[in-house]
């Protein structure tokens, strides 16, 4: 398939914005967003990631969470963890992703339709691996919907209790939760990032490239885990 219009290249403007970026450290957050066993444990997993995919996230995204604890910029996880009684009722986060199903259409890139429920609570699928975890970390599982601030305690959390003005987001879909949230912490005056290498979609890697390019160029800075660090240890040279 060839797409209908040209793709411009906007390495330049990405590469400028990004140049732009000042994190203050005592002001930064970092998220994770629905990173469950569901999507990265090829044991247990019933919608996974490609396996090279999911070893590369989970191992940069321990690097980069790692930095966070030691830098002390607050670790955040909000997930999905469905409750019995949903299941039960149909709830779905999505009517297009639920009719898709019903008729046995997936929208994961490797495998088919997922057999059993979506990541129910006291099941292995709803965990996050036990190795991007730590003490002091905060866990919202009250997440619903693409949109991690929907309906959860986030948004408090982040300005009543941490006074963010950055985050940094990390998470599976790129091209939906991930894609949501960040819009969503944009439109609430947050200074949105999101990491290209603790990022990934199920649906496929142009997915998850499609919407990396759509937020670098309309709203989030997308850096590195690398880049991240750098911003990170400028700031703090810079205020305080």
């Given at each position: 398939m ?6 411009r290249?906007?390495?330049?403007y ?6 732009l970026?000042?994190?203050e ?7 994770t ?5 569901d ?18 996230m989970l191992?940069?995204?321990?690097e980069?969470l790692?930095?966070a604890r ?6 955040i996880?909000?997930?999905?963890r469905r409750?019995?009684?949903?299941l ?6 999505s ?6 199903r019903e008729?046995?259409?997936?929208q ?6 997922r057999?059993i429920?979506d ?12 190795t991007l975890?730590?003490?002091g970390d ?6 619903k919907?693409?949109d991690?601030?929907?309906g959860?305690e986030?948004k ?10 950055v ?11 991930v ?14 990032i999101?990491?290209s ?8 890697e142009d997915?998850?490239w499609m919407a ?11 850096l590195?885990?690398?880049?991240f ?12």
């Amino acid at each position: 398939m060839q797409p209908p219009v040209e793709i411009r290249d906007r390495s330049d403007y990405k590469r400028q914005m990004n140049a732009l970026l000042a994190i203050e450290p005592r002001r930064t957050v970092v998220l994770t967003i629905d990173m469950q066993r569901d999507y990265l444990d090829m044991e247990v997993g019933s919608n996974p990631l490609a396996p090279d995919k999911a070893q590369t996230m989970l191992a940069r995204t321990k690097e980069l969470l790692d930095f966070a604890r030691l830098e002390k910029l607050p670790v955040i996880h909000t997930y999905v963890r469905r409750r019995q009684v949903e299941l039960e009722h149909g709830f779905e986060a999505s009517p297009f992703g639920l009719a898709g199903r019903e008729r046995g259409l997936s929208q994961n890139a490797r495998v088919g339709v997922r057999q059993i429920p979506d990541r129910l609570e006291g099941f292995p699928q709803a965990e996050v691996p036990a190795t991007l975890t730590a003490p002091g970390d905060t866990h919202i599982t009250s997440k619903k919907t693409a949109d991690g601030l929907l309906g959860t305690e986030l948004k408090f959390i982040l300005q009543r209790v941490h006074h963010a003005s950055v985050v940094a987001l990390t998470g599976i879909n790129t091209d939906t939760c991930v894609y949501s949230t960040a819009f969503s912490l944009s439109n609430r005056g947050y200074r949105t990032i999101v990491i290209s290498d603790c990022v990934g979609s199920t649906r496929g890697e142009d997915h998850h490239w499609m919407a990396l390019e759509l937020m670098s160029r309309s709203l989030a800075w997308v850096l590195t885990v690398d880049e991240f660090k750098k911003k990170v240890r400028e700031g703090t040279q810079r205020f305080n």
